[in-house]
Each structure stands twice: as C-alpha cells, then as structure tokens.
C-alpha cells in the first residue's frame, strides 16, 4: 500500500531515488553496480530504521494523523472472522465517525466500537474527518449497554481529532453524550480494551478510554488538548505546535512511563501495519490475552479494579 | 431647554442618592457603575457590556450554606507540575496569591436549609477553574465522602475544562470524576449539578453534565467547545444567546434556569422532596 511521505524522511527519499537513477544509469551504460547498489540500500534502509527511532514528539504526531494508517474497520476485517455493523442512536442519527458492531474473532462474540476517518477528501466528508457527533456517542452508548446485557466483552479503536465542535453538535449535548459515555464505560459489567491506532484528541477520545486495558501503537499520540491549540493559547504562536507536542508528553512512550497506557505495541516503520506478519500476531495476542486475563475475573473484582485504575491517576501534594 | 435641563439635574441627584444608599459596582470593563441590587437583577453581568462579576467559590458557598455550617475538606490538596510544564508553577503561584485558594475548587460538608450536603464550588479566577489532578482528586474523595456519610452531593461548576499543563493527567481526571459519580449512582443519592458561568470543556463533559438534577444559572454560558473555537473551526456566525442557560434549557440540556439569589431555595425544595418520607420535616 502506498504511504505518505514525511519531511523528516526526505533526505533518505532522495537517496532513495538517486539509487534509481544509478541503477538505470548502470543498465545504460552495461556496467554492474549492483552489489555497490545493494550495499547502499541496505545502509540506507538500516538508517531510516534508526531515524524512526529517534522520532521528535512532533514527527510522532504527524504519523499518528497519518491517514495512511489501518482505520477501525481495518482492524476488524483483521479481527473478526464475521462482523456485522450496527447504526443508529435511536434518537436522531446515525453517525459515520464512529462505528461498531458485533463478531466474531476467534471464536469469542464481541462489540467492537471505533473512530472512522476517511482516506480522502470525500470518505473524510462522510465520516466527518473522525469527529464524532453527540449521535455517535450516543450509538456507542447503546452498544455497550448491548453488550453489557450479552455478556460480550468490548472492544474499542481510538482514532479521533476530537469531538466535533461545531454549532449542531453543542445543540444536541455533546458534553452530555461524551460524559455518559464516561460513566457508562466505568461502570460496565463486561471487559473493556482500548487501542489507540493513531491520534487520541481530548474528550472525544477519552470518552473511547475508560477501559480494564488501554494499549497504544508506538506513533500514536493521547492528549488533553492538540497541540495546535495549546501553542495558540499558551504561546499565541499556532507555529509552536512542535515545541508543545513535548512539553504535552503525549506519545506513547512517555504515557507507558506515566502509567496512563498498559502496553505499547512497536509499529514496523516505513510500512503498512497490517502488511507486517510481526505486528499482526503482536497485536492479536495482545488483545487476545488482555481477554482471557480479564474474562477469568469476577465482575465485582473487575469493577473494583477498573475504578482504582482510574482513581489512582493524578499527582498532587498533599 | 429649561425644562430638560432641570429633570436632568434632578435624575443625577436621584442617581446620586441610590448610590449613596447602597454599595455600588464599578464594571471594569466599561465603567457602568451599578448597584448591588441591579447586579443581582442582572445574574452579575454588567448591563452595558455583559461583563461578568466573578463570583469566587467561598460566595457560592455562602450564598447558599447555612450560617457557620460549612467545614472545608481537603484544603490541604495542591498541584504539582508532573510534566514540568513550562511557567505552570508561576501560574499556579499567581492564582493562588490573587484567590487566597490553594486550588480551582472548595469541597467540604455544610448544611442548606437544615439539610446535610457534600458540597464543591470550583473558581473560574484560579487558573480559568480548570480541572487537573488536584481539583479531580478533591471531587472524587468529596463524592466517596458523600457515599460513606450517604448525603446528597452539590457541585457548583465554573471552569474552562481540563488543565493542559498537567496533560493527559488531567484529562484522565474526566474519567476519575464520571467514575466516582457512578459510585454516586449505584448508591442512589441524590447529586445536584449547578452549571456557573462560565463552564465548558473536560468539566461540562464529566461530572458537571451526570447529575440526577442539573440546574443552570441564568445568563451562564456553558458547553463542550467555546464559542470562540466553534467559530474559528467552522467558520459559522453563531446564533444569539447561543450556549447560554436559557438555550440549554430550550435544548433540553438542563432541568432548570436559576438565578443565583434564588439558588438556596430552589436547592432547599429539591433537598426537601428527596427526603422521601421525611418530606416536610424538617
């Protein structure tokens, strides 16, 4: 699958391309360069592997927003061997940034629910850039309380700008929607495991979060508030947008040493997660132990310590 | 000419005597000076200019309480600056001298007309009365509180939403809070919700939007986005008293509008009919 380029990467790409244009000056010219060819593919690949590892906060956040990166959907064709979508809230919509529904994956039934973004300008339309509205909480809501009644442990898939901000959705309670959902998830009598798969903006992906588990991919991001708006409010300089990404400690790592996240999974880079076999199975044993863990719980056990996981985050003098 | 010039006079001289019988106000904003009692006519904005005169958590608490019955919990909690944000700890240390508060919230125990609450007034003058790790640490133990003494719990929101500088710490306080008012919930009591002006962001999408009964005082601004960030991101010119508490109400958001003189006894009559039996007892 073809993937966006990044600015850190261009260097390397323009190596990458002179390398072409001496393997064909090489053909041209009927002279073989091929192992010198090789040996600078191969240092070259080793120094974009060592460049991934030295991603600034900032670079990390552009990966997470990388729309080239596995949706929801994605990760429940992965998943699940049958899944059937379910829409609507009942009260007034169906919303297409969020999505979920019931399947099968590995012979366990579960309720998956995640964030939808589009891959172009037109699905992003209809999935409204991965913005959910009061409607899509509020169908999530309806799902897990679905689940809860069956006894099917949920999956959720974080992936989200944010709520959406716009004038409909203040109309229709999105503070209310994303507040129940809170209070919902906490108190949810079935197992819950989050997966953030790229960029986890605010209450709008919070409200995804209030899970037994919560497992982030190395290049994804969690934070209170993007970046962008941090710098514009705090600096008044939307330009300082990278410089905030640090101070924020929003990438994975710095939320596992935090212990907000339980787990981060290590993304090949330069590819398409879901064409990587390594960080396929990680991601499935992952979950799927996550599950087996969780369901040998008692309920009452698994609610106390879902509450404690929360309760115990902050850090104050006292 | 004559005429006018006399009735003139003799408005400034009324005007000059309802300002010496009463204490005045001076809008910082645009220098009406109004009397105490057009301001609370007013729900505290300035008239001319709709400034809102911030009201600080120990005046809600007064407002309300009964005499000598409040006993503050937790006043002891501060912030730290876990991610060693930067100009966090100058802030903070600005607040607190300006407030005389160690925090964006008071919680403790008092009484409202006889009636025994858990109480919390947070205060939009301590750093925008946003929510980081203290002042969800506060509600959390106020609502476990509320559970183990099993009494009624009010919280007075006023707060621009979660603190960035504590990062995802204070996001999380979101969901620590939602968390404890399900605790609230599974144990049936009654937990009130007053939406202040102004309330918006991580706090009206937590605790602030669970409550069994949530009032908004009028003219309050509260929602999820603030007006200034819907109308930069969409670009939409927003309808008047937009997000406002009349228009909540319109929407269905809030059970009540309440002007803050008659919060207390609006809080007294709800305090009453969830005595069940007791009804009228007290």
């Known amino acids: 699958m073809a993937r966006n380029k990044f600015e850190f990467e261009e260097p390397y790409l323009l190596l990458e391309s002179k390398l072409e244009d001496l393997k064909k000056l090489s053909e041209q010219l009927n002279t073989d360069f091929s192992e010198e060819i090789n040996h600078i593919e191969k240092r070259l690949d080793q120094m974009m592997e060592e460049r991934y590892k030295r991603l600034t906060p900032w670079e990390q956040v552009l990966l997470a927003r990388d729309l080239d990166r596995p949706m929801t959907r994605d990760y429940i064709r992965l998943l699940c061997s049958d899944f059937i979508e379910l829409h609507g809230d009942r009260v007034y919509g169906d919303d297409l940034a969020m999505v979920g529904g019931i399947g099968m994956m590995g012979g366990r039934a579960v309720t998956i629910i995640g964030h939808q973004k589009g891959r172009n300008t037109k699905e992003n339309i209809s999935h409204n850039f991965g913005m959910p509205r009061p409607e899509g909480y509020r169908k999530a809501y309806r799902l897990l309380k679905q689940a809860e009644k069956f006894g099917r442990p949920v999956l959720t898939f974080i992936n989200t700008p944010g709520a959406d901000p716009g004038i409909g959705a203040e109309e229709r309670g999105q503070a209310w929607a994303i507040s129940e959902m809170l209070c919902g998830l906490s108190s949810l009598r079935v197992p819950i495991i989050s997966v953030v798969t790229g960029e986890g903006g605010s209450g709008g992906a919070l409200a995804l979060a209030v899970a037994d588990r919560i497992v982030m991919l190395s290049n994804t991001v969690f934070s209170v508030i993007s970046p962008e708006s941090c710098a514009s409010i705090l600096m008044r300089d939307v330009k300082r947008a990278d410089e905030m990404a640090g101070h924020l400690k929003m990438n994975a790592q710095a939320l596992y040493e935090m212990r907000i996240v339980d787990e981060v999974i290590e993304e090949p880079a330069r590819q398409y997660l879901l064409d990587s076999p390594d960080f396929v199975e990680k991601l499935k044993n992952t979950i799927n132990n996550y599950l087996d863990e969780l369901g040998s719980l008692e309920i009452s056990k698994l609610l106390e310590q879902r509450y404690s996981r929360f309760r115990q985050i902050g850090q104050f003098l006292e | ?282």
Not at chain 2, 15 to 39: D, G, H, M, W, Y
Not at chain 2, 74 to 87: E, G, Q, R, T, V
Request: glycine share 8%.
């Open chain 2, 1 to 282: 000419m004559f005429k006018k010039s006399y009735i003139d006079i003799s408005g400034a001289k009324k005007k000059q005597a309802k300002f010496e019988n009463e204490v005045t106000f001076s809008c910082p904003k645009c220098l009406t000076r109004i009397t105490a009692t057009e301001k609370m006519q007013n729900n505290d904005f300035c008239p001319k200019c709709s400034y809102y005169y911030v009201t600080s958590a120990w005046d809600r608490i007064h407002d309300v309480c009964d005499e000598n019955s409040f006993e503050e919990w937790n006043a002891h909690i501060k912030s730290l600056n876990p991610l060693n944000f930067p100009n966090y700890e100058k802030k903070m240390i600005k607040a607190r001298e300006e407030t005389g508060l160690t925090e964006a919230i008071v919680t403790g125990r008092g009484s409202i007309g006889g009636y025994d609450v858990v109480l919390g007034a947070m205060d939009s003058r301590f750093m925008m009365g946003s929510m980081g790790s203290a002042v969800g640490e506060k509600i959390s133990r106020a609502m476990e509180k509320a559970i183990q003494y099993s009494l009624p719990c009010i919280m007075f929101s006023s707060s621009g939403g979660a603190r960035m500088q504590e990062g995802m710490l204070s996001l999380m306080q979101m969901a620590k809070t939602s968390a404890s008012v399900g605790r609230l919930r599974e144990a049936g009591l009654l937990y009130i919700s007053i939406l202040t002006h102004p309330t918006t962001g991580g706090v009206t999408a937590s605790f602030a939007s669970l409550a069994d009964v949530i009032i908004a005082e009028s003219g309050a601004l509260v929602g999820f986005t603030g007006p200034r960030v819907i109308e930069q991101t969409t670009g939409h010119v927003l309808p008047p008293g937009f997000q406002r508490s009349e228009y909540l109400l319109k929407h269905g958001m809030v059970d009540l509008v309440q002007p803050r003189a008659e919060m207390r006894s609006l809080l007294i009559r709800l305090l009453n009919i969830h005595q069940g039996e007791n009804y009228g007892e007290k």
